[in-house]
């Protein structure tokens, strides 16, 4: 009877703890439940005021909307990215486009300035002539290929000089074609066509000489006023002209070091450029 006693005693004394713990429980969890119906009510409260700030009848709504601007934003990342990439290769396409330039500028110079006779200068000006028009070529097609509409008009446009002076040079040297060929005079003597020849020739690189030259020129006052633009907009320092970035040397050919500094301008003047517009 004792034992049953003590045991009853202590299930009571467990059955006191038990309830006391679920006591605790119950109040914990209704405390919980509480808060947690407040923040609904609040994030229910906020939810409509932003979806009656912009305009969007439901949540439902709202994500669509959201969604199709997430992909819009994600499509323009992609385009931008593309544009940097396109940006990249363009100016090293164009880098290699000034230095084949600056490079037929400068053996041109040489050339002027040897003691070689007239003819033997011709001849290899044309040959370079001929190569550098076929180099351009390539780059304008790389270019085209790409859809780099800027850098076909720019590439376009020195190729075009160049096709312009091969043809002076080609009538300098009596190349000329069928269609372009006109019925000779009859002359006197051998010696005055001979010396009449000369004469056209000795014209004929006399303008194409002074046609490059003045297109160079021409060409560093177009880079050296963008670079000029830059440091307006930017406010950053730029080498000084007389750190050797003189557009020509004494004989008006371009120095290579000094103009290969201002390479690339083109694309630094246009805060807006895009090389597939």
């Known amino acids: ?9 202590k299930l009571e004394d467990h059955h006191a703890a ?3 713990k679920l006591e ?4 914990t969890v209704s405390s919980k439940t509480s808060s947690y119906q407040s923040s609904l009510v609040t994030v229910k409260q906020r939810t409509a005021n932003f979806l009656a700030t912009h305009r969007f009848p439901s949540p439902t709504t709202a994500i669509e909307s959201w969604t199709l601007e997430r992909e819009a934003l994600l499509a323009k990342k992609d385009q931008a990215k593309v544009e940097r990439d396109a940006l990249v290769e363009g100016m090293v396409l164009w880098d290699e486009t000034l230095s084949l ?16 006779s007239g003819g033997d200068i011709n001849r290899d000006i044309m040959q370079r002539l001929e190569d550098i028009v076929e180099a351009l070529e390539q780059k304008l097609e790389s270019a085209d290929n790409k859809g780099w509409k800027l850098l076909v008009c ?3 446009a020195e190729l075009e000089a160049y096709k312009e002076a091969e043809e002076v040079m080609k009538r300098s040297l009596g190349i000329v074609s069928t269609s372009s060929a006109k019925p ?15 004469g056209n020739q000795s014209q004929d690189t006399e303008d194409l000489i002074g046609g490059l030259n003045e297109r160079g020129r021409s060409r560093e006052q177009i880079l050296n006023e963008a670079e000029v633009g830059d440091d307006s907009e930017d406010g950053k320092l730029k080498p000084k002209a007389g ?12 120095d290579g070091d000094g103009v290969r500094g201002l390479r690339g301008s083109i694309f630094a003047s246009r805060v807006d450029y ?4």
């Not at 009877?1 to 005693?9: A, C, D, P």
């Open 24 to 27: 605790e429980l119950d109040s």
């Open 101 to 116: 330039v600056y490079s037929f500028e400068e053996k041109l110079g040489l050339l002027i300035s040897s003691r070689r």
């Open 154 to 156: 720019c590439i376009g």
């Open 184 to 198: 000779s005079k009859p002359v006197s003597t051998e010696s005055d066509k001979d010396e009449r020849k000369s």
């Open 274 to 277: 895009s090389p597939l517009d």
């Open 18 to 20: 038990l309830k006391y």
């Open 1 to 9: 009877m004792q034992e049953l006693r003590i045991r009853l005693s």
């Open 243 to 254: 750190d050797g970035s003189q557009g020509e040397s004494g004989d008006g050919v371009g």
